[in-house]
């Protein structure tokens, strides 16, 4: 397996366009070749650090056992933060097109203590969010999505994280706020951010963020955007 520091920093790989239908596929063979350089193999550190504090602060982690929140995770690969966020006491989601990430994902969690109602992962394109989906979810969480797809597509992103969550539910994101040309991972930053979310989305907290790992150190921000009702 590749070193994940490297890999993320690692310019366009050949095999995959993720402008075309069969972008799937491109990832999709990235797991079969264990060529997945960007997996931590456990949460993102950045989540890992603001998340407990900020759900609690937030009052997400205070329902009861039979209404709890429910968060998303998109592009979740092999679900390392989806399991992460489930054992905080959130019902969650993860999301992933490529079958092969969500078949590992689910003998991951089928590892950990956690029921099918805490954490499930279930195969589906961001970009064509099923209608059992829609306002479904009071939390997304994103990490290494937003910087996997074309910045041509990031406005239909964000209409579908919109359509994911319910009125006025929140998006907690890892940016990866590089500069380097090209990707995946394709940079960005506060105010390309900033642009594409606010048809939809209110910013609530920007902030670099001091728990990344090695050579992301410096470029990984983490946002808050509460989607507008
Ligand atoms: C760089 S990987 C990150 C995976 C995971 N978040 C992690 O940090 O290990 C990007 C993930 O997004 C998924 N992905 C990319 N485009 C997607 C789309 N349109 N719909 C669903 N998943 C997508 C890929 O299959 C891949 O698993």
New binding site residues.
């Given amino acids: 397996m590749a070193n994940a520091t490297q890999d ?1 920093n690692r310019p366009n790989p050949d095999d995959f366009n ?1 402008s075309e239908p069969a ?2 596929q491109g ?2 063979q ?2 079969k070749d264990q060529d ?1 350089g ?3 193999g456990q949460p ?1 550190p950045v989540l890992a650090a603001f998340l407990p504090e900020y759900l609690k602060q937030h009052n997400f982690l205070v329902r009861s056992p039979n209404a709890s929140s429910k968060a998303a ?6 679900g ?2 989806a399991r992460f966020i489930a054992k905080l006491g959130i019902e969650t989601v993860g ?4 079958p092969l ?1 969500i078949k590992e994902a689910r003998e991951l969690a089928a590892r950990s203590q956690l029921t099918e109602k805490q954490l499930r992962f279930e195969q ?4 064509a969010v099923a209608p059992q989906w829609q306002g479904q979810f009071d939390l997304i969480i994103e ?3 937003f ?3 074309n910045p041509e ?1 990031r406005p239909d992103y964000v209409e579908s994280m919109r359509s994911l969550l319910k009125p006025e539910g929140i998006l907690v994101g890892v940016f990866f706020t590089h500069n380097r040309p090209g990707g ?2 394709f940079g960005t930053n506060e105010t390309a951010v900033l642009d594409v979310f606010s048809p939809r989305f209110k910013r609530e907290s920007w902030q670099l963020s001091d728990h990344s790992i090695g050579r992301r150190k410096g470029d990984e921000h983490v946002g808050v955007f509460r989607a507008i009702a």
């Fill in positions: 993320l993720p972008a799937s990832w999709n990235r797991y997945t960007w997996d931590l993102s995770v998109v592009g979740c690969g092999r390392h933060d999301f992933d097109f490529a990430a589906m394109d961001i970009f990490h290494t999505c910087c996997a797809i597509q995946p991972p």
